[in-house]
């Protein structure tokens, strides 16, 4: 059984910044890709960054030169380093794991419980 289990939310001022984490537990495929998304209240969750198991990023245009994702593959933990932290980017943040396992590449998606993420003007 796989889970994820996020941690590092919290509230900060403007211009401050947050490490999150994202653990992952149970058994896992080399090709997958993790990523963070966010929900907002009133909005629809929208990808923030994702990282392929191999490094390969993409950012969301609105969090790009400020957010930073990275994984740790001996320890399956996935990060995002917020810096220069907006009000706008205040919302629940959820970890995903996309990952396909077997001989026939079935997929299997992943998510975490969310954590929330305020920052105050």
């Known amino acids: 059984q796989v889970q994820l289990v996020e941690s590092g939310g919290g509230l900060v001022q403007a211009g401050g910044s947050l490490r999150l984490s994202c653990a992952v537990s149970?058994?896992?495929?080399?090709?997958?890709?993790m990523g963070w998304y966010r929900q907002a209240p009133g909005k629809q969750r929208e990808l923030v960054a994702s990282?392929?198991?191999?490094?390969?990023?993409n950012y969301a245009d609105s969090v790009k030169g400020r957010f930073t994702v990275s994984r740790d593959n001996a320890k399956n933990t996935l990060y995002l380093q917020m810096n220069s932290l907006e009000p706008e980017d205040t919302a629940v943040y959820y970890c995903?794991?996309?990952?396909?396992?077997?001989?026939?590449?079935?997929?299997?998606?992943?998510w975490g419980q969310g954590t929330q993420v305020t920052v105050s003007s």
């Open positions: 990282i392929t198991s191999s490094g390969d990023t």
């Open positions: 149970g058994s896992i495929s080399v090709l997958n890709v």
């Open positions: 995903n794991l996309d990952h396909y396992y077997g001989a026939l590449l079935r997929r299997a998606v992943y």
